[in-house]
């Protein structure tokens, strides 16, 4: 130890007592220990931050890497397939034929081409993509718990909230599956306090609007005020505050929850139908491509973390619904799916999402992050298509500090496995953390009290 302790540390050990700061990281008020707080001492402040916001477009079901950014057109027939590469504006990052569009702004894009785990199911992948923490087991039975981590808007709550009325974190427009509610949604073991603001209403319907920022016709705020505080000295006299943490997180969402529900710019922030029509068509009058939309105006708002997730379910075999899970259909095949519907939705939307976040000079400061859970396998089955593949798959982002044009990692030569710099969830996490601003080395506590760091490593490298 150094013999002479800087004013932060000796502030550190004055102010906070080890037990005291370990009750408080129990009861999840700090999220860090007293040994993080002299590390963060000692190492300087946090990570200085290239971005304000992120919009996760979470494309459930795993989209094929060999079929979209990472084509492999030497490979045998059986690996590449049916689709071909393209140029683009960037000389030597060819795309898939599809793409048309997103290849007049592969500039603005840096491809991880080495994303790799090893979960082939699709709850205990999704799990590991929306929280950065690898499941305990690769279970398609893997069920939400709150001894499991929570996902990255949760964890950005925690640490890095909003002041006001507006959310840090904002989800929808389903909750995700398989079986059984994939893991990694909410907030989890952080506490109900810091679980997204979430919803299922459908942004392309008409009239499009949240209930839950709408009073009662009949009740005004004043009145609504008097009865919270009614319930809440009935709570405190029952000593229901005071004996469960549950209860307390409740009472912090509510409280949030009227903020949210008394606030005009949030209001305003989901107020669709504003926006020109010709920039509607532009997104596409879909509920994902209007739901791209809504996370714009939800970080020009002010809102730090928007989680899109592209459908509800895996997949499907008809051409105008489901995820990227296509595989294993005698009667339709994959080709026949991703070609009408995944692929040209993907080149309406994501183009015309970069291109509005440009425009309004919000692309700098927002990072978008493009994956599903896992890739597809490179060689093709006997139904013409892909199976799981998580050993090898791609991550495209944009925007919030990161370079463009550019790609970091490989797959090897049949898009098997990594062939150089493979990248874990969990270092993917770590990057968009501290692009944040975030330490990736802060520690939070779960429900047996152990100190956790919230991520792995940044890929500093594609830092712009």
């Not at 140029?87 to 840096?110: N, Q, S």
């Not at 463009?404 to 898009?415: C, E, K, M, R």
């Not at 493979?422 to 968009?432: G, H, I, Q, R, Y």
Request: proline share 7%; hydrophobic share 35%; with cysteine.
């Amino acid at each position: 130890m150094r013999q002479k302790l800087s004013a932060c540390q000796e502030f550190c050990r004055q102010e906070l007592s080890r037990r005291h700061a370990i009750k408080i990281g129990g009861l999840g008020m700090l999220g860090l220990n007293l040994p993080t707080l002299l590390r963060a001492a000692e190492q300087g402040d946090a990570p200085l931050a290239r971005a304000k916001h992120v919009i996760f477009l979470f494309q459930w079901g795993g989209p094929s890497h060999v079929d979209t950014f990472d084509m492999k057109p030497e490979a045998p027939a059986e690996i590449r397939g049916p689709l071909k590469p393209i140029p683009t504006v960037v000389p030597g990052l060819p795309i898939c034929e599809h793409f048309p569009e997103m290849a007049k702004r592969m500039d603005k894009v840096t491809l991880i081409r080495s994303m790799t785990h090893t979960m082939k199911n699709h709850n205990s992948a999704g799990y590991y993509a929306l929280s950065g923490h690898a499941p305990p087991s690769d279970d398609q039975r893997l069920r939400d718990s709150l001894d499991l981590w929570p996902a990255y808007g949760s964890v950005v709550d925690k640490l890095a909230p909003n002041n006001g009325e507006m959310p840090t974190f904002v989800s929808y427009p389903y909750s995700i599956s398989d079986g059984s509610i994939t893991p990694g949604q909410h907030g989890s073991f952080l506490g109900k306090r810091h679980d997204p603001l979430f919803f299922t209403h459908d942004p392309n319907q008409a009239g499009f609007r949240l209930p839950e920022l709408s009073l009662p016709s009949d009740l005004e705020y004043g009145r609504m005020q008097r009865r919270r505080e009614l319930q809440r000295l009935v709570d405190e006299q029952a000593g229901l505050l005071e004996r469960s943490l549950q209860v307390r997180g409740f009472d912090d969402y509510y409280e949030k929850a009227i903020a949210m529900l008394t606030s005009p710019r949030v209001r305003e922030a989901f107020d669709v139908e504003s926006e020109p029509p010709d920039l509607r068509d532009r997104y596409g009058r879909t509920t994902y491509g209007q739901s791209c939309l809504l996370a714009r105006r939800l970080v020009e708002a002010g809102v730090k973390f928007v989680t899109v997730y592209y459908s509800r379910s895996i997949g499907g075999r008809r051409v105008n619904e489901g995820g990227w899970d296509t595989h294993g259909f005698d009667d339709t095949r994959m080709f026949q799916i991703v070609d009408k519907y995944q692929h040209p939705m993907t080149d309406q939307t994501l183009p015309t999402l970069l291109d509005d976040l440009d425009s309004r000079g919000l692309l700098d400061e927002t990072l978008v992050l493009w994956m599903g859970e896992f890739g597809r396998t490179p060689r093709i089955n006997k139904n013409q298509s892909r199976d799981h593949w998580p050993q090898c798959y791609t991550a495209l982002l944009a925007g919030g500090g990161v370079k463009g044009g550019h790609v970091y990692g490989a797959s090897d030569a049949d898009g098997m496995f990594p062939d150089k710099h493979p990248v874990k969830p969990e270092d993917l996490a770590a990057t968009m953390y501290t692009l944040l601003g975030i330490n990736p080395a802060t520690e939070v506590y779960d429900r047996a009290n152990r100190p956790l760091a919230i991520a792995g490593k940044a890929i500093t490298d594609i830092f712009a």
